[in-house]
């Protein structure tokens, strides 16, 4: 097993991670309803759970958890470009490219599971791919009942 292309390939989620905790907040402050501010909220506390548990990882590896790189500037302008695109905007829109960057965190997870993982780590990954996909269904749905005209 090539424990530096493990070190790599989960060094790429945690920049995922820590981008989508800097987004899910962005989102936070770009909406009103105080019930959508704690359901994304939520959401950036697991993306932050998430990012310590593969620190703790990468570290137990004898790797260095990333702080920047190619793939990190990448993921970083993806979601700079989420939040400062959701200044003044609705709602809806707030969710639109919250759930922008979910999509972005989804494909990064499939990324590594096509990566050869140690079988603990995949389990991992996988647990956390799945609470990404979550995430992003709950974006997605809070998005759809936001489009729903008020009666």
Same mark, same amino acid.
């Given at each position: ?6 070190? /790599?390939?989960?060094?790429? @989620? !945690? ?5 989508? +905790? ?10 009103? #309803?105080? &019930?959508?501010?704690?359901? !994304? ?7 932050? +759970?998430?990012?310590?548990? !593969? ?41 639109? +490219? ?8 989804? &494909? ?6 096509? +990566?050869? @993982? ?7 990954? &996988? ?7 979550? #995430?992003? /269904? @709950? ?13």
């Amino acid at each position: 097993m090539d424990y530096q292309r493990v070190i /790599t390939t989960l060094n790429n @989620l !945690l920049e995922t991670t820590k981008d989508g +905790e800097n987004g899910f907040r962005a989102c936070v402050a770009g909406v009103t #309803n105080p &019930r959508l501010k704690e359901v !994304l909220e939520r959401a950036a506390m697991r993306c932050d +759970e998430g990012a310590i548990e !593969l620190e703790s990882k990468i570290r137990s590896l004898g790797g260095e958890p990333a702080t920047s790189g190619t793939f990190a500037g990448s993921v970083h302008r993806v979601w700079t470009n989420v939040i400062s695109s959701i200044s003044g905007m609705s709602e809806q829109a707030v969710l639109s +490219e919250c759930e922008r960057g979910e999509e972005f965190a989804e &494909r990064a997870y499939e990324a590594a599971l096509q +990566e050869p @993982l140690p079988p603990d780590i995949e389990q991992m990954v &996988r647990r956390q791919y799945e609470g990404v996909r979550r #995430n992003h /269904t @709950l974006v997605r749905d809070l998005r759809n009942e936001a489009a729903q005209p008020q009666s």
